[in-house]
Nanobody, 117 residues
């Protein structure tokens, strides 16, 4: 059974940091590119950061460049999103996504991030 389980969300003050984790199981994690998306209330889901299967390619939304870092540990079947200098506009449900070369796609259930004083 394929699973992607996010963790690490919560409430943080503006300027603070959080690290999200997404643990995969039931599929060949190292063969999949991994991404983080987010969806704020009333808005469409948007790409935050993406990382290739080998970790050699990354892509970030302009709004998070220089603040967020995506990384992966294939030995632990886990992808991370380090989020620094958080802003209220970063408030959203954050989802991880796995995709392989033949477009098999899996999504996690999401984790809430709230940035507020």
């Amino acid at each position: 059974q394929v699973q992607l389980v996010e963790s690490g969300g919560g409430l943080v003050q503006p300027g603070g940091s959080l690290r999200l984790s997404c643990a995969g199981s039931g599929f060949s994690f190292s063969s999949y590119s991994m991404s983080w998306y987010r969806q704020a209330p009333g808005k469409e889901r948007e790409l935050v950061a993406a990382l290739s299967s080998t970790g050699g390619y990354t892509n970030y939304a302009d709004s998070v460049k220089g603040r967020f870092t995506i990384s992966r540990d294939n030995a632990k079947n886990t992808v991370y999103l380090q989020m620094n200098s958080l802003k209220p506009d970063d408030t959203a449900v954050y989802y991880c996504k796995a995709r392989n070369s033949v477009d098999h796609v899996y999504w996690g259930q999401g984790t809430q991030v709230t940035v507020s004083s």
